[in-house]
């Protein structure tokens, strides 16, 4: 008999299936597409140029067909550890068959074929089969001539209990009751399941269901994640979800809306929402943290998912370097960044935890939208009417009124300084200043202060400065250095630095003025900045005044009483500041005022005309343009204009107060302020390489860029639906297939790219691609093929001979098994027991709410333990797929979990309620866990347990002596109610001996294999 | 219906899943060899590459950041250069937190505490870890450790799993995943938390969960109270003997479901509910302190009697490497001091020194300090500036990655000595610089493992828990 190599020398190679896995795993990581430092020896062998070019060495790794002169062929059968390839330090070596592939492959010629998940599918005809009866659908057919070639049968049709529960948890996650199951048996119509299953279809369970998968991939929770893990203000994406699911939204628009929703015409409230999945990934608040770092990893992280969850590739491996494996460059990468970088966004959240902006509005109802758009419409007309009043004015006299607080920083109180304004509030030195801090220096008129950068003056008592609420703020300043950043003035925080920032700000950047009102810097603020430096070691009088519109052009600032140039840097203010004192000459955390020196600090809760600026500084009117007459003659002398004024004011807080009145949601807004996008040196945040700009762009090598799209995520939502595109119709297939078979159709449901696993059945995956973009991408009929599949059909149970042959059904000659999800194992529980309330949608619970899984609030850094346990993720990062485990501490949950001691008690009641007879009570409570009735033998063993059980009622440890605890006292002060005393929270066997024993032969069929498993 | 009699032998071991489900607390060990076929199994482990010198590790994280300028690293300088500014020299640029980065001046700090040397070997240890100077022969120091992120949440990460980023299993779930546990009753990784530490910067279950490694390698934290694992306990009124009989019956109904179905995973399920039946007698055995010697619980200190007690952990540590748990994590927070750092330092290290060094005694006279590794340590240092004002009593340090301490001992290190060594300032590393990579691949050497051969394939990668770098520190090895 001649041996397997002998055989196999003539037998030909195929470059996809035999040769690129080994290329790929063993090669391309020195020899691959990566063109910078990580290519070894000039070569790469990705191509078939580049693995038979001359390299410098003068030798030629591949020259088809000729195995003596290509160094390749030496290399792997080299012995010399200097020479063999791979190198030992890989730790991978080519076994001896892995060896003959290669080189039968160069010696018949070195044929490269192109990754075959990077060409556009195509519909392969369906096969011939033994028996076309059996099918029901073309992908039988595909299924079993495959079976067929690997020596298998189709199993025989399950039971219709059976597939009714495989079915029902497929479709729903939740096995069908008692009374579907008997309505389903006795319904003999032809049809009776298709009828089934287009219930399943048509139930809000459905979406429930789905969903979970598509919140596993795009990190959806309910908090942050990092340290301190505040909550976030999610759900409502969720929903929008789970609707898209229920209303079979097709597949091209739900991807395309959660990319690129804000970029279609028109967006509705809705399609922003979706975007919201760019906006699920981690952000912390931890003091002292770097902005840009973090604004990286959260584009990094918004790449990553939409690669995984629409692409199948792993695009994050290029962003240090070239990919190693596919052809997706660094610059690739980067263009893909910039397309997910196109916000106007601060890398870190608040420390107040406010919804970081951009962000939409959530309406309930069209109704509010409506008035939404009526009261936009009134401010318009307001301004109009303001513009209206401008006409000419009688000149007005400039008389300048009266500060509200006035600090001529003469000399130093033992706690601040005090007030010249009678009556006014003495400024504190804050926290982390003293006297010794703060210098008394001469100034412009007596003494002034002169600032460290660290210590400064709080107005503890001076808040409210709202955004519609006008101010100015005068003192005489003078640099002490030209000061790359220092704050003069402001009424924010600075915990996360900028991110945190809210209120009146009055900075020095590089000698500059900028002169802010800010809800979240840098997405909602309204900020001017002066074209020219301050001057050094020189007085001048800065005025900055602001007259509430909300605008950046109610920004002003004025030196030594004549108003200056100004540009804008921000005009996007959209909601109001947090309520701060106001501080001068420091900041915590952040760059005082150092060495510059204020003097004469005065304040008004009015907007100073440009006159009454000038007069203040002791210029005379008289002097005065005439223009700045006209504008304070209108100001102050003109009742329409005044009044006017006063409408328009009134407009825009009732704009502002009905779109306050919506919760802010977070979502993708494309900006011309964001950030350019540069390559990264390795990746690090803080090395982009300026010469290597990187415009919106997708890996083209894959699929070619269509240029009439544009260069944005909807070009790149467009690109991806292309019909052609040989990713995404391909990657949701494999889903909805694991979804349903258990494991997709290639194993790696993340990865198509060259180190993903092949798949099991290629013509099959690729002709439900293309019947899928025909269907127009409709995921609810493409699962309703699957589950009237004659494949679908089969009883799980193999013949010996089948489960010798296919150990992990493969070939899907019998039908799918597999354990429940988290999800499904406590669902199945409530439903069971009858106490799962069913309600769709809304804010996530606790577990006690007793609502589906879904809807279980999941906080990033201490998810559910039950979840943990079975194999949910913790949410942080896209998980697209789960591992399936089998632990202890599964058992341990089932068994001694609250939730699940709790649904055994309630089942008992329920089934204890129905009869009165105990084998019939356990025969419910088994069909109510496991679908089926118990067969006799398991009858026999629960029955027995129930009898033993019995005769040994539950023993309770008594319980301690009750102290006397005395009522906690409600604080009269505090409208709190005092916590109410926390009951044990163990859960606790009922004292009755039969219920008891129920109970306990409940939670024994809720733990065993019949109940976690679906077959 | 079955023609021939199946070889349910031969099935049990095609099943992956069963296999991985079994390996989850010690089952696993057993199965570990030899398993071949499909692709991910080709991944898996096969036990130690070469000679472990350590079977072992028990450690003490230090969560916050403990300043190494205080404990393990003199430096006079700073004394004499004390409210004087950072030279910009010593600086070079180098990035600083958020905290102290606008900060007007750096003034540099000198440690309000006094340093000695100990041992026969000599090593300097300050005042406040004079416990572990009594053991300084058997402990090696290492000045010259440094990392790459800033802050807490990333560095502690980076530190638990080599990586920044979440979603990568950390030290223990790969101890686990590796090698396994040797008590098939308890699991391989066990986490404690102190109770009595101050609870400044959250943790959090990423750092001992299993990333991308099966769910089982997860690290299972152990409580102090009534119920030492999470929902260990019975529900109230189920006696063990009504437990036993639950199980007795679910024996019954899963051979029944087995023998219908033909599934070798119902056996495993099965195998796993009766583990966690043994663990309901294993796990309160190892947890009770009770028993231990008078001599032993005053080694320990006062608070070894305060249940979750840093003191307390260590003793419960001994007490599960001895029950062969093969990586025991404890996390002791509240070393953040970016002001008040005398006083929050002293508090630290009363928690802490005396009950670490007498973890080290105890081992060595139960003759299992020698393949136990015992290391302890944070997850940076701290500037060698104040932040915030030097007062006379008081003054704060800053997040510090570029430089910081840790000592390691037992489990064939080479004790007495230091390796590394820092400028004068204690701000950059001049000598021997040790990565946390490096750092954890010389913890992988010392159980046994190549970092380099040690890969679990996930998402078309080779990942490791030294990333693509770290090298093993010879010269700290006996």
């Known amino acids: 008999m001649a041996s397997p190599l002998a055989w196999a020398a003539d037998a030909p190679v195929d470059f996809n299936r035999e040769v690129r896995p ?288 629409f692409m199948g590739l792993t695009m994050e491996c290029s962003r240090c370097h070239d990919h190693k494996y596919d052809p997706i460059s660094q610059k690739d990468y980067f263009s893909m960044a910039a397309m997910f970088g196109d916000q106007n966004e601060n890398g870190l959240l608040s420390y107040h935890g406010e919804v970081p902006p951009p962000f939409v509005r959530l309406y309930k109802t069209d109704e509010e939208r409506r008035k939404e758009a009526e009261l936009r419409a009134a401010v318009n007309a307001a301004e109009q009417a303001l513009v209206a009043t401008r006409t000419a004015t009688a000149k007005a006299d400039v008389k300048v009124t009266a500060p509200v607080a006035h600090f001529p920083l003469e000399a130093f109180t033992k706690t601040g300084v005090d007030d010249a304004v009678a009556g006014g509030k003495p400024a504190k030195f804050e926290r982390r200043g003293s006297p010794e801090d703060l210098q008394l220096v001469p100034g412009f008129k007596g003494q002034a202060v002169k600032f460290d950068g660290d ?172 223009a700045v007459h006209a504008e304070h003659a209108l100001a102050r002398s003109n009742p329409g204009y005044a009044q006017a004024w006063e409408r328009l004011q009134q407009a825009r807080r009732a704009l502002a107060a009905h779109e306050e009145s919506a919760p802010p949601f977070f979502a993708m807004e494309h900006s011309s302020l964001a950030p350019k996008t540069f390559l990264l040196t390795r990746g690090e945040y803080d090395k982009p390489d300026l010469t290597k700009p990187c415009e919106p762009g997708v890996p083209a090598h894959i699929f070619p860029w269509n240029e009439s799209l544009p260069k944005n995520r909807l070009g790149l939502a467009r690109w991806l639906t292309d019909p052609k595109n040989p990713l995404a119709s391909r990657v949701i297939i494999n889903r909805l297939w694991a979804q349903v078979f258990g494991s997709g159709l290639f194993a790696s449901s993340e990865n198509l790219g060259m180190q993903g696993d092949l798949p099991t059945h290629p013509e099959l995956l690729d002709t439900l691609a293309v019947d ?121 949950v089932l068994l001694n979990n609250p939730g699940f001691v709790e649904a055994a008690n309630s089942l008992a009641v329920k089934v204890s309620k129905a009869s009165s007879e105990p084998s019939a009570q356990i025969v419910a409570a088994f069909r109510h866990v496991c679908t089926r009735d118990p067969r006799p033998s398991e009858l026999a063993a629960l029955n027995e347990l129930y009898a033993i059980q019995k005769a040994a009622p539950p023993q309770f440890t008594p319980a301690p002596p009750k102290v006397a605890v005395p009522e906690p006292k409600a604080d009269p002060k505090s409208k709190k109610q005092p916590a109410p005393v926390q009951a044990p929270s163990g859960p606790k066997m009922p004292a009755d001996p039969s219920l008891a024993a129920l109970t306990l032969v409940c939670s024994t069929i809720l733990a065993s294999d019949a109940a976690v498993t679906s077959r | 219906m079955h023609p021939s009699k199946p070889s349910y032998d031969s099935l049990m071991q095609h099943t992956r899943r069963h296999f991985l489900g079994a390996s989850a607390l010690g089952l696993g060990a057993l199965a570990m060899r030899g398993i071949t076929g499909e692709a991910q199994a080709a991944t898996l482990p096969k036990g130690t590459h070469f000679p472990a010198k350590a079977k072992r590790v028990i450690y003490l994280f230090q969560a916050g950041g403990p300043s190494h300028l205080e404990t393990l690293d003199p430096k006079p300088l700073l004394r004499e250069k004390h409210t004087q500014p950072l030279p910009d020299s010593v600086r070079q640029g180098q990035r600083l937190t958020g905290m102290s980065g606008y900060q ?117 934290q152990f409580k102090a109270g009534k119920e030492p694992v999470l929902y260990l306990t019975n529900p109230e009124g189920v006696s063990p003997h009504a437990r036993r009989g639950m199980l007795d019956a679910l024996g019954k109904l899963n051979a029944d479901q087995r023998a219908a179905e033909l599934d070798p995973e119902v056996d495993a399920r099965l195998a796993q509910a009766e583990m966690a039946y043994r663990m309901q007698t294993s796990v309160p055995e190892v947890a009770d302190l009770s028993k231990e010697s008078p001599e032993t619980l005053a080694m320990y200190g006062e608070s070894v009697k305060s249940p979750g007690s840093f003191a307390a952990n260590c003793l419960q540590a001994r007490r599960l490497i001895e029950k062969g748990v093969r990586f025991v994590q404890l996390f002791h927070q509240g070393w953040d001091q970016h002001g008040g750092l005398p006083g929050g330092i002293k508090r630290q290290c009363k928690q802490t020194d005396q009950a670490s060094a007498a973890l080290i005694k105890d081992l060595k006279q139960r003759g299992l300090l020698e393949d136990t590794l015992v290391i302890w340590g944070g997850e940076f240092g701290r500037t060698a500036y104040s932040q915030g004002k030097i007062t006379k009593e008081s003054y704060g340090r800053d997040h510090h990655p570029r430089c910081f301490s840790l000592w390691m001992a037992g489990g064939g290190i080479k004790g007495g000595q230091t390796y590394g060594q820092t400028d004068e300032f204690g701000y950059n590393i001049v000598k021997d610089p040790v990565h946390v990579h490096d750092l954890h691949a010389t913890m992988q050497h010392l159980l046994g493992v190549d970092h380099e051969r040690q890969t679990f394939k996930f998402q078309g990668r080779y990942y490791r828990l030294t990333d693509v770098s770290g090298h093993v520190i010879k010269a700290v090895i006996a």
Request: hydrophobic content about 40%.
């Open chain 2, 104 to 220: 007007a001046t750096l003034p540099l700090a000198g440690s309000f505490v006094d340093f000695k040397k100990y041992g026969k070997s000599g090593v300097e240890y300050s005042d406040l870890m004079s416990h572990i100077g009594g053991v300084a022969d058997d402990v090696c120091v290492i000045r010259s450790m440094h990392t790459e992120a800033i802050n807490h949440d990333p560095a502690i990460t980076f530190f638990c799993s080599g990586n920044q980023v979440a979603g990568r299993p950390s030290m223990g779930a790969w101890a686990s995943y590796g090698l396994g546990s040797m008590n098939e009753n308890l699991p391989a990784f066990i986490v404690l938390v102190s109770q009595d530490a101050t609870k400044d910067q959250p943790l959090y279950s990423r750092l001992w969960g299993s990333g991308f490694l099966p769910s089982e390698h997860q690290g299972v």
């Open chain 1, 455 to 626: 210590a400064g003056f709080i107005l503890p008592e001076f808040k409210q400065l709202g955004r519609f609420d006008a101010f100015t703020f005068s003192a005489l300043l003078r640099l002490g250095e030209k000061n790359a950043r220092a704050t003069v003035l402001h009424s924010t925080g600075f915990y996360t630095g900028d991110g945190d920032a809210t209120g009146i700000e009055l900075l020095v950047t590089q000698g500059k003025l900028r002169w802010s009102m800010i809800h979240l810097w840098p997405n909602s603020a309204a900020s001017v900045e002066t074209v020219d430096a301050l001057p050094v070691d020189q007085w001048r009088r800065v005025t900055a005044t602001y007259d509430g519109s909300s605008k950046a052009s109610g920004l002003r600032v004025f030196l030594d009483g004549l108003e200056v140039k100004t540009t804008v840097v921000r005009d996007t203010l959209h909601a109001k500041p947090r309520d701060n004192a106001l501080e001068i000459g420091s900041r915590t955390r952040d760059a005082g005022f150092r060495n510059g020196s204020l003097d004469e600090i005065q304040i008004w809760r009015t907007a100073l005309t440009a006159a009454e600026v000038a007069v203040l500084h002791g210029l005379t009117a008289d002097s005065l343009p005439a």
């Open chain 1, 772 to 892: 899928f973009v025909r269907s127009g991408w409709n995921t609810k009929a493409m699962l309703r093929r699957f589950v009237l599949s004659a494949t679908f059909r089969q009883s799980s149970t193999p013949t010996a001979e089948a489960r010798e042959k296919d150990p992990f059904n493969k070939y899907l000659a019998r039908g799918p098994v597999f354990r429940l999800t988290a999800e499904m194992v406590r669902d199945q529980a409530l439903l069971a027991a009858g106490t799962l309330v069913e309600k769709v949608g809304g804010e996530s619970v606790q577990e006690s709410a007793r609502r589906r899984s879904i809807y279980t609030y999941r906080k990033r850094t201490a998810p559910p333990d039950n979840m943990l346990i079975f194999d949910a993720g913790s949410r942080e990062i896209c998980q697209p797929k789960r591992l399936n485990t089998n632990t202890p501490l599964q058992a341990l």
């Open chain 1, 22 to 309: 080994i290329l790929s795993d063993r090669c391309y990581g020195c020899h691959g597409p990566d063109a910078d430092k990580g290519r070894k020896a000039g070569l790469r062998l990705d191509e078939i140029g580049g693995a038979t070019k001359k390299l410098k060495s003068g030798d030629i790794a591949i020259v088809p067909g000729d195995l003596e002169k290509s160094t390749m062929v030496h290399r792997i059968f080299s012995t010399d550890p200097e020479e063999i390839m791979p190198p030992p330090e890989l730790h991978r070596p080519l076994s001896a068959a892995e060896q003959d592939i290669l080189r039968r492959w160069i010696k018949q010629g070195a044929k490269y074929d192109p990754h075959w998940a990077f060409v556009s599918p195509e519909s392969h005809a369906t096969p011939a089969i033994a028996n076309p009866s059996w099918a029901k659908d073309p992908l039988d057919a595909f299924i079993a001539d495959k079976a067929a070639k690997a020596g298998l049968k189709p199993s025989v049709a399950a039971d219709r209990t059976t597939l009714l529960r495989r079915a029902s948890f497929a479709l729903t996650g939740l096995p069908p009751t008692n009374t579907e199951v008997d309505a389903f048996l006795s319904d003999q119509s032809p049809d009776a399941y298709e009828k089934r299953v287009d219930a399943m279809l048509a139930s809000p369970r459905f979406g429930e269901h789905i969903a979970v998968g598509w919140l596993d991939l795009s990190r959806y929770a309910d908090t942050w994640g990092y340290t301190g893990d505040k909550a976030m203000f999610a759900w409502p994406w969720r929903d929008w979800v789970l609707k898209a699911f229920n209303d079979n939204k097709p597949y091209d628009q739900f991807l395309t809306e959660q990319l690129a929703g804000d970029l279609l015409p028109n967006p509705t409230q809705d399609q922003r929402v979706a975007t919201a999945f760019n906006r699920l990934h981690r952000m912390t608040f931890e003091g002292g943290s770097i902005a840009e770092e973090f604004r990286q990893d959260g584009i990094n992280d918004r790449v990553m998912t939409a690669g995984y969850g």
